[in-house]
């Protein structure tokens, strides 16, 4: 449980430099896969942004340490690629609904990503869905004005509680999958469809996608 993890006291508190070896000192991550799972969003965006920073977040102890050391493998085999270092991608073991302020300075990313969240389908348990009114304050937050909040799943009950209360959040705009890709994010959208094992999966088994996507705005809509 939550008492044997390790977590900062704020983001000041955060050594990116032991994450990030190659990285200027001072960068901090700017993309936040939150409930990476297995990373492979997080490995596919790494290549795509070479200068960007990229996090994993994931809770569960096995499947972190896989990340770690699929991320270390990486790194070994593509040493001396400016391309594709992976220097840039990193993983932290966090409940990220109960501590991500704890990682991430305010305005500080550009793009946080739910990918294929836990369903969590009775009614009772809704309060543990990773988008809910309060950790929506914490996400637009964190989130620089113009970033990106990405959702996909293949649970429509999902997709339509995580639209609905990103709308109705006045600093949430939602964005179409035409748009993004018009702005230049097709390649994030096409990871956000396809990159990922859980994405994978539901491809295998022939299950349908939603995606819904929101910008941060800047002046809360009334
Ligand atoms: N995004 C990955 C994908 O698309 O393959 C994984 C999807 S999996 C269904 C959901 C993941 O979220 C699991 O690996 C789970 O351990 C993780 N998770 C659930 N609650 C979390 C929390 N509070 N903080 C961090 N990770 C969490």
Known sequence: SDHTLDYPKSPQHMDWNAHYPG?????????????????GLSMTLAP???DSLILGM???????????????????ANHGDPTAHYQ??????????????NYFAKASLSALFFLFPD????????????????????YAFILRPGGIVYTIT??????DWMRTHLENFPLFDFVSEEQLRAEGK????DAVYTSTEEG???????????????????????
Not at 23 to 39: L, M, Q, S, T, V
Not at 205 to 213: P, Q, R, S, T, V
């Open 88 to 101: 840039n991608v990193s993983i932290v073991r966090a409940n990220a609904m109960k501590f991500l302020p």
């Open 48 to 50: 795509l942004f070479p």
């Open 23 to 39: 990285a200027a000192p001072g960068k901090r991550p700017e993309f936040a896969d939150i409930g990476c799972g297995f990373g």
């Open 154 to 159: 293949d649970v429509k009950d999902l997709h």
């Open 58 to 76: 994931e809770i569960r102890v096995q499947v972190s340490q896989y990340v770690q050391d699929r991320i270390t493998a990486l790194r070994t």
């Open 200 to 222: 994978k999966k539901v491809e295998r088994n022939k299950g349908e996608k939603w995606l819904a996507c929101f910008r941060r705005i800047e002046v809360p809509r009334i």
């Open 186 to 189: 097709g390649d994030i959208v």
């Open 119 to 138: 369903p969590h389908f009775k009614a009772r348990k809704h309060k543990a869905r990773i988008i809910s009114p309060t950790l929506l304050a914490e």
